[in-house]
Each structure stands twice: as C-alpha cells, then as structure tokens.
T-cell receptor, first 111, second 117 residues
Framework: QAVVTQEPSLTVSPGGTVTLTCASSTGSVTSGHYPYWFQQKPGQAPRTLIYDTFNRHSSTPARFSASLLGGKAALTLSGAQPEDEADYYC???????????FGGGTKLTVL | DVQLVESGGGLVQPGGSLRLSCVASGFTFSDNWMTWLRQAPGKGLERVANINQDGSEKYYVDSVKGRFTISRDNTKNSLYLQMNSLRAEDTAVYYCVRGPFTLTEFRGQGTLVTVSS
C-alpha cells in the first residue's frame, strides 16, 4: 500500500507564510489523486479545508491555498493567525478512489 | 445541512463485538458512497471500509478484513459497521463520511470504541 508523507511539525510566526507538503511513495501526487487537506484542533473532528487538489471548502479562509509543487500536494498558509495552530492532514486517493491514504499529519505551531 | 450522527461505540473486551451506526440527513443518502474512517488516540486518520450506493461493493483496509462488515439501509438513511473479534489496536474514534466521488467532510463527532480488558 502507498505511504503518504508529511512534515511532522512546522512553526510559523504570526502573519507569516508556511507551506506544508504531502508526498506519495508511489511517485508524484497529481490532480488524479484528488488530494484533500484537513485541519484538526484538539478534541474536535477534522475539518475539510481543501478538496480535489486546490478547491477551498466554503468555510475555508482565503489565507489557505493549495497547489501541486514539485510532485507533491502543497498547502500554503499566508498570514498565519493564532487560531491556525492545529494538526493538518492530507488525504490522497488511489485505486480509482477506493483506497484512501492519509498522511501522518503536520503539527503546525504559530509562534 | 448535511448531518452524520455516529453511535454505538463503547468499552468492549478483546475478542468482543460492537455495531456502529451512522444516521445521515441533509442529502440523498442512497446516491452516495459512504466510508468509515477511524483515528486512534493521538494518532492519524485511517480508512476502515467503504460501500457503494446499493451495498453491492464493499472494500476494507487489510487490518479489518474478515472481522468487520460494512452495510447500509437506504430506507433508514443509515450506515453500519459490524465489528467482531475486536483487538486493542481497534481502539479509536470512528467517523462516517460521504465519499469517495463526492465532497468528503466530517459532519459528525464520531463514536469512541475502546477495546480493553
């Protein structure tokens, strides 16, 4: 089974910019993998930020954007806010959408 | 508004069984694939099983094959997960979500399954 890899932790200054990435052991992540990004705060269920590579959920602030970068899915946060401190998970679909593989998550600290 | 309400979790001994339920509202349940996901305490997310619209296709992560069964009742807008031969490593919060092939969102708080003696 594929393995999806994310940075275990990242730190960003308030107002700063940070990029989280999501790599696949099978090769480049493409739009055909329909990557998702979720945000999860302690004690809460995950929340969908981005779906199908770069589409913002209706509730996602515009400071979050997504792209494909160097064979990886990428989530960029521009103008970090204290409330953005959370765990972020990417999801990559394989086998025509039937096999879902999550990355291990990135713990983002805003400090 | 889409709602997914999971229930049925609890404390069970190793080797025991539980049946999880998920009641859906706010969308046409019978038009959608559905999936069970889980998250062990302090760990990441994992797909457990998914099922197509009429229940004729079911797919499982290897670690639960032969022990878990996903099913649905479209007349009741309900998704189920029968879990048998439970192990400590099945301890997790279980979520039901729509998808694949549609927008996937966590619309419930999940239900906690704890496998311990």
């Amino acid at each position: 089974q594929a393995v999806v890899t994310q940075e275990p932790s990242l730190t960003v200054s308030p107002g700063g910019t940070v990029t989280l990435t999501c790599a696949s052991s099978t090769g480049s992540v493409t739009s055909g993998h329909y990557p998702y990004w979720f945000q999860q705060k302690p004690g809460q269920a995950p929340r969908t930020l981005i779906y199908d590579t770069f589409n913002r959920h209706s509730s996602t602030p515009a400071r979050f954007s997504a792209s494909l970068l160097g064979g990886k899915a990428a989530l960029t946060l521009s103008g970090a806010q204290p409330e953005d401190e959370a765990d972020y998970y990417c999801l990559v679909f394989y086998d025509g959408g039937l096999d879902w593989v999550f990355g291990g998550g990135t713990k983002l600290t805003v400090l | 508004d889409v709602q997914l309400v999971e229930s049925g979790g609890g404390l069970v001994q190793p080797g025991g069984s539980l049946r999880l339920s998920c009641v859906a509202s706010g969308f046409t349940f019978s038009d959608n694939w559905m999936t069970w996901l889980r998250q062990a305490p302090g760990k990441g997310l994992e797909r457990v099983a998914n099922i197509n619209q009429d229940g004729s296709e079911k797919y499982y992560v290897d670690s639960v094959k032969g022990r878990f069964t996903i099913s649905r009742d479209n007349t009741k807008n309900s998704l189920y997960l029968q879990m048998n031969s439970l192990r400590a490593e099945d301890t997790a919060v279980y979520y039901c979500v729509r998808g694949p092939f549609t927008l996937t969102e966590f619309r419930g708080q999940g239900t906690l399954v704890t496998v311990s003696s």
